[in-house]
């Protein structure tokens, strides 16, 4: 739990930092659940092939992702113990701020989400713009409408909400669990720390992942969220469950892994 002076500002900086770290893994997951095509010939080449630049796009995802999380992880904080001092308990204090702010989250980014990942596509002509994002923005609205810009928001909410809550509920309820440390001790103190920011990451990533593939091909395709898993199971049964889950499982666990444990370490280091 973080403490009442706890900084927004260590929160933005671990968020940052992991945002751009780690989209290369973010892009080669957004093409992977896509279903995009890239050259190469064995799982491994491709994978590499998928996060090589050019990074369409980039600066809009690192900073969407920088803000969303920091605002996710401090909103749940903050939320958290807010909620404890009104007296009530760890379960429900853990899961409401972060659901809520989870929402909000992602409801301001979803445009910019789905610009981002179609911009993904080896083929997308709009990538070569020296905005693409803003050209992916105005060419949806102009074809299919603003709303548009929303298409996918209920399979992506129901994606990121849960993962994020997921990764918040974990990260509190393994900090009471695990034995306590000497504070003292620095490297306790860090394989602590290490390991409830790798539990979190992980569970989060692969409980979601089906909603991360209904979300993109909702972005292909323009279906609603059921019709496009009706569609996607007839045509490839269980199987779509799982796809993009070897890209998906680090590209997502390890940001919000990273994201957690460089907050505990700011927070020691800038003395909050």
């Known amino acids: 739990m973080a403490p009442a002076s706890s900084s927004p500002i260590t929160y933005l900086g671990a968020s940052g930092v992991s945002a751009l770290a780690f989209f290369p893994l973010w892009k080669a997951a957004a093409i992977g659940q896509s279903g995009y095509e890239v050259a190469g010939k064995g799982y491994w080449q491709k994978y590499f092939e998928a996060m090589k630049p050019p990074w369409r796009g980039s600066l809009v995802v690192i900073g969407g992702m920088t803000w969303a999380r920091a605002a996710i992880f401090y909103g749940s904080d903050m939320g958290s113990q807010f909620m404890r001092q009104q007296g009530f308990g760890t379960g429900v204090s853990a899961t409401v701020p972060s659901l809520l702010v989870s929402i909000f989250a992602q409801t301001v980014n979803q445009p910019f989400v789905r610009s981002s990942i179609m911009l993904q596509n080896p083929g997308e002509e709009l990538a070569k713009k020296t905005f693409p ?140």
Do not use: Q
């Not at 593939?213 to 779509?240: H, I, L, P, Q, Y």
């Open 133 to 272: 994002n803003i050209a992916m923005l105005r060419h949806l609205a102009a074809t299919k409408g603003l709303a548009s810009l929303w298409t996918g928001l209920d399979a992506a909410i129901l994606k990121t909400a849960p993962k994020y809550m997921t990764a918040v509920v974990i990260k509190d309820y393994m900090g009471l669990w695990l034995a306590p440390v000497d504070p003292k001790d620095k490297t306790a103190v860090l394989l602590k720390s290490a390991k409830v920011a790798v539990t979190a990451g992980v569970a989060g990533a692969v409980l979601t992942n089906p909603l991360d593939v209904v979300r993109n091909e909702m972005f292909k395709t323009e279906e609603g969220m059921v019709t496009c898993m009706t569609r996607m199971s007839r045509e490839d049964g269980a199987k779509w469950l799982f796809r993009g889950i070897g890209k998906n499982w680090v590209a997502v666990a390890a940001p919000i892994a990273s994201t957690i444990f460089l907050t505990d370490r700011f927070k020691v280091w800038f003395g909050c």
